[in-house]
Nanobody, 123 residues
Framework: QVQMVESGGGLVQAGGSLRLSCAASGRTFSNLVIGWFRQAPGKERDFVAGITWTNNNTYYADSVKGRFTMSRDNAKNTVYLQMNSLKPEDTAIYYC????????????????WGQGTQVTVSS
């Protein structure tokens, strides 16, 4: 199993930006889709974005399209989530998902979750 270490969360005002990082240890990602879910208080954990490790295809939830961007650094075995134009509704714990899969259009994580990083957007 790939183990994930997330970083980059914090407190930001609406309209601001943050970049989350997810570094993998144990083995390289290859042949996987890696990405992020988020969970706000009292809500379910929802898919945010993903990137295919081999060909750089990206996937986004409708709520973040145009504002969030996934990228990867193969040499560092790390994926990034650049979050721009943040909104208060983006406030959540963001979890790295090292093995994203899709079933009937619904993304889920088949790997172990990272520990999560808190993102708080003030209005």
């Amino acid at each position: 199993q790939v183990q994930m270490v997330e970083s980059g969360g914090g407190l930001v005002q609406a309209g601001g930006s943050l970049r989350l990082s997810c570094a993998a240890s144990g083995r390289t990602f290859s042949n996987l889709v890696i990405g992020w879910f988020r969970q706000a208080p009292g809500k379910e954990r929802d898919f945010v974005a993903g990137i295919t490790w081999t060909n750089n295809n990206t996937y986004y939830a409708d709520s973040v399209k145009g504002r969030f961007t996934m990228s990867r650094d193969n040499a560092k075995n790390t994926v990034y989530l650049q979050m721009n134009s943040l909104k208060p509704e983006d406030t959540a714990i963001y979890y790295c998902a090292p093995d994203l899969r899709r079933n009937k259009g619904i993304w889920y994580n088949a790997g172990d979750w990272g520990q999560g990083t808190q993102v708080t957007v003030s209005s």
